[in-house]
């Protein structure tokens, strides 16, 4: 996995928890958070890139969310970054787990959900492993199937 998509998923993942003024303050999370070393101008380009816009708070403050007009946008982002994290898949009964890059299988499991694949009971995702808990086993089978269908074309 790339620098790049590491540090894209750690940007997705700061946003979703912290309100974010500023590209110094997002700067400062990812040095401070994650040990990630970057130029404002690279950050610069990533919320561009990951569409993210400055809404307003109501009190005339600003901060960086996704963009209400880019969500179809921001599930490509996230599939993507599923598809970056993804390592291996199998299946035992009604659970299907998936292998991740460490550190990448949150990511992975929020693309996951919004994936909308069928049979999904729910999700659990640790360090680098996701469990699937599906409805039945033959889901679970065809679950694997299709990842495993991602995997082979990435």
Known sequence: MSLKS?????????IEKNR????????????DQE???TTQATISRDIKELGLVKI????????????RRDRGNLEKKYHAV?????????????????????????????????MGFDGVVGTLAGDDTIFVLMRNEGQAEALA???TAILDKH
């Open 145 to 147: 199937a299709q990842i």
């Open 20 to 31: 974010i003024d500023t590209q110094e303050q997002l700067q400062q999370l990812l040095r």
């Open 35 to 37: 040990n990630i070393q």
């Open 82 to 114: 599923f598809m970056q994290s993804l390592l291996s898949v199998d299946y035992a009964g009604h659970i299907t787990c998936i292998r991740c890059h460490t550190g990448m299988a949150n990511a992975a499991c929020a693309a996951l959900d919004t």
């Open 6 to 14: 590491v540090r894209l998923q750690k940007i997705l993942e700061l």
């Open 56 to 67: 307003s708070d109501g009190e005339g403050n600003y901060y960086y969310a996704y963009g």
